[in-house]
């Protein structure tokens, strides 16, 4: 297959995909077979030092989004993973309660393994709100943790709270970067909005980034396993699907493992001086 070939074949399949490097080369020094390494950033790259996930449940926000945040900890930046629920209403056998507080209590260990913060709002499970209350509330943890990427839900999903989420973040962060718009902390411009690869979330999904997540991979892992439904205790096997994913997802990087991700089309304009 011709040089030309294989970059068309990884443009159609990443939308003319970014890959963001943390690591300068492959395990062993060896670049994979034919494979160009432009496009490829230096490691790692600046955006994703400093990494907020919001997501409307703990499971997401660690399964789907938890691998950015684990990159930025391992190097030495900063991550907080934002929970708009408990998912509380996740499991078919235990009641809502009792679940919620085991999914609080295994947020808050994952977050310690990763070196990240654990941050809930509470809103009930299946009913999060689109208003500006919760907007406002999410503008105000982004002024005080001033994350340079934000990882969220993409819109396209069948759950209502991950399309909930999804709203609320947009709206929060053009309220968060307004100076003239008075909160107790000053205002802050989020540099970078992606949207997670999540099963849940896959309908229009097209990724256009995939980050190496290969340093943090054992330490992301290692954290999701604090969640019993990682294991597959709700019916859904996480462990499964999300660590095959990213070795899925690797081999479109050019990495041993990475995630992909999805960026908003104004994010992707291209502006090119000529003077």
Same mark, same amino acid.
């Given at each position: 297959? $011709?040089?030309?070939?294989?970059?068309? @074949?990884?443009?159609?399949?990443?939308?003319?995909?970014?890959?963001?490097?943390?690591?300068?080369?492959?395990?062993? &020094?060896? *670049?994979?077979?034919?494979?160009?390494?432009?496009?490829?950033?230096?490691?790692?790259?600046?955006?994703?030092?400093?990494?907020?996930? /919001?997501?409307?449940?703990? &499971?997401?926000?660690?399964? +789907?989004m938890g691998a950015?945040?684990?990159?930025?900890?391992?190097? %030495? &930046?900063? &991550?907080?993973?934002?929970?708009?629920?408990?998912?509380?209403?996740?499991?078919? $056998?235990?009641?809502?309660? *009792?679940?919620?507080?085991?999914?609080?209590?295994?947020?808050?260990?994952?977050?310690?393994?990763?070196? %990240? =913060?654990?941050? @809930?709002?509470?809103?009930?499970d299946g009913e999060?709100? !689109?208003?500006?209350?919760?907007?406002?509330?999410?503008?105000?943890?982004?002024? *005080?943790?001033?994350?340079?990427?934000?990882?969220?839900?993409? =819109? %396209? $999903?069948?759950?209502?709270?991950?399309?909930?989420?999804?709203?609320? /973040?947009?709206?929060?962060? @053009?309220?968060?970067?307004?100076?003239?718009?008075?909160? =107790?902390? #000053?205002?802050?411009? !989020?540099?970078?909005? /992606? @949207?997670?690869?999540?099963?849940?979330?896959?309908?229009?999904?097209?990724?256009?980034?995939?980050?190496?997540?290969?340093?943090?991979?054992?330490?992301?892992?290692?954290?999701?396993?604090?969640?019993?439904?990682?294991? %597959?205790?709700?019916?859904? #096997?996480?462990?499964?699907?999300?660590?095959?994913? +990213?070795?899925?997802r690797g081999c479109?990087?050019?990495?041993?493992?990475? /995630?992909?991700?999805?960026?908003? *089309?104004?994010?992707?304009?291209?502006?090119?001086?000529? $003077?």
């Open positions: 297959m $011709s040089a030309t070939t294989r970059r068309t @074949f990884l443009t159609l399949a990443g939308s003319s995909a970014v890959a963001f490097s943390t690591r300068t080369e492959f395990a062993g &020094g060896d *670049q994979l077979p034919g494979q160009s390494t432009s496009g490829i950033s230096a490691s790692p790259d600046r955006e994703f030092l400093n990494v907020m996930a /919001v997501a409307a449940h703990p &499971g997401d926000v660690f399964f +789907a950015p945040v684990a990159v930025a900890t391992h190097f %030495g &930046g900063q &991550g907080a993973f934002l929970s708009l629920s408990l998912g509380e209403r996740g499991s078919p $056998s235990i009641p809502a309660e *009792q679940y919620g507080l085991s999914q609080r209590e295994a947020a808050a260990k994952a977050a310690a393994m990763i070196g %990240g =913060k654990a941050l @809930f709002l509470q809103y009930p999060i709100p !689109v208003n500006d209350q919760i907007k406002l509330a999410v503008c105000d943890l982004i002024r *005080q943790y001033r994350p340079s990427t934000i990882v969220t839900h993409w =819109k %396209g $999903s069948w759950h209502k709270d991950h399309r909930a989420c999804h709203d609320i /973040v947009e709206d929060a962060i @053009f309220y968060a970067g307004l100076p003239s718009f008075v909160r =107790k902390e #000053r205002a802050h411009a !989020v540099t970078n909005l /992606v @949207f997670a690869d999540n099963w849940e979330d896959a309908t229009g999904f097209v990724p256009d980034t995939y980050l190496d997540i290969t340093p943090a991979f054992d330490l992301w892992l290692n954290a999701c396993s604090a969640f019993p439904m990682w294991r %597959g205790e709700t019916g859904f #096997r996480y462990n499964d699907y999300y660590s095959s994913l +990213a070795v899925a479109l990087g050019n990495f041993h493992r990475a /995630v992909a991700l999805m960026s908003p *089309q104004e994010q992707r304009v291209r502006r090119i001086r000529t $003077s």
